[in-house]
Nanobody, 117 residues
Framework: QVQLVESGGGLVESGGSLRLSCAAS????????MNWVRQAPGKGLEWVSR????????YYVDSAKGRFTISRENAKNTLYLQMNSLKPEDTAVYYC??????????WGQGTQVTVSS
């Protein structure tokens, strides 16, 4: 079955960096667009970034541009999100999400990122 398992979250000071990973299994990882979506405390879901199946095309929410980098290693079935210059407003649970057509059909369990001021 499809599984997405995030890791790499934690507590970091403002201005710091974290790299999130998402280990995928149960499907042909290299055939799908993948996304990172986050949910801040008490708020709704916010899409963060998207990457083409082969990795050559990426998109970001405006607040992440210039600070976050999405990447993938299809040979390792792994998705990444490098987050630099972190701000307290980046505090959220970050989810790895598979995209299928116009839907986000599989979600990981999420990893908590907390940025202290």
């Amino acid at each position: 079955q499809v599984q997405l398992v995030e890791s790499g979250g934690g507590l970091v000071e403002s201005g710091g960096s974290l790299r999130l990973s998402c280990a995928a299994s149960g499907f042909t990882f290299g055939s799908y667009w993948m996304n990172w979506v986050r949910q801040a405390p008490g708020k709704g879901l916010e899409w963060v970034s998207r990457i083409y199946s082969s990795g050559g095309i990426t998109y970001y929410v405006d607040s992440a541009k210039g600070r976050f980098t999405i990447s993938r290693e299809n040979a390792k079935n792994t998705l990444y999100l490098q987050m630099n210059s972190l701000k307290p407003e980046d505090t959220a649970v970050y989810y790895c999400v598979r995209e299928y057509g116009t839907t986000f059909d599989y979600w990981g369990q999420g990893t908590q990122v907390t940025v202290s001021s």
